[in-house]
């Protein structure tokens, strides 16, 4: 694991000092989008996200029967799911590749937040859950108008490292509710999925808010931390719950 954390250290500050280099070579830098175009590019990025529910929702009505079994929160949650893998997908692969946010990224980031949250006040309680939205949205507006770039870089890595995780606990959650979860291949999935969320929101990204960020970033980021905790004991627990075999009812006597 020493090695492992030692590597993500070096890949972190060589993007750093590429993307210095780069800002310094095409001269004096601002943040990416002070504009007010950036309302209409979150609206157009969430009017997409919204026929890409529908058009989901209708074709799953009309192919899946388990989907018509659900009742509607579920279904909300289920179209929910499959459009925030793909979404983070997107903005882990962008983050990987460019080691910024675009113009156009940070409209995607913004609109996939608040078209999440929208969802999950329609099925979800958790408070925790809202918490972690709105501090998603008020780091997304920091990282426009507040943040330095050397900053706005640095979050783009942890945010890519957050978000990896999501595509592996909606599989899991998809597949169980698909009526996967009593196959034998299925603990495999459920056990690969707590893996990659204790290493990536549990171990590294930890780390990197204690060995990267310097302290106002420290005091954002830190409460994460605890939230991260909280949700990796919560997925302890229900994997426990999902993979414990059935008790044996033993049939009752009859008294003579």
Known sequence: MEDILN???????????????LLSASGPTTHPIPDKTMIAEVLLVMAALMLAAVGQWIALDQTAPFFREFDWQTKHEWINRTISSIVTALIVA?????GRTSH?????????????????????????????????????YLMNFVMSPEQADLTTTTIAVLE?????????????????????????????????????????FPWIVATKMD???????????????????????????????????????CKQ
Request: proline share 4%; glycine share 6%.
């Open 7 to 21: 590597a993500l250290g070096m890949i972190v500050t060589y993007r750093g000092h590429v993307n210095r280099f």
């Open 94 to 98: 962008t983050a990987v590749l460019k």
């Open 104 to 140: 156009w990224g940070m409209a995607v980031v913004i609109a996939y937040f608040v078209h999440d949250l929208a969802h999950t006040l329609l099925y979800d309680a958790d408070i925790a859950n809202y918490a972690h939205h709105i501090i998603s949205l008020a780091i997304a």
């Open 164 to 204: 990896s995780t999501s595509p592996a606990v909606n599989l899991s959650w998809l597949l169980k509710k698909a009526g996967y979860s009593d196959r034998p291949w299925f603990k495999y999935v459920a056990g690969g999925m707590v893996v990659i969320f204790g290493v990536m929101r549990v171990l590294v």
């Open 215 to 253: 302290t106002s970033m420290k005091v954002l980021f830190t409460p994460i931390v605890g939230m991260n905790v909280f949700w990796f004991w919560k997925i302890l627990r229900l994997v426990q719950k999902t993979l414990r075999p059935a008790p044996d009812v033993k049939p009752a006597k």
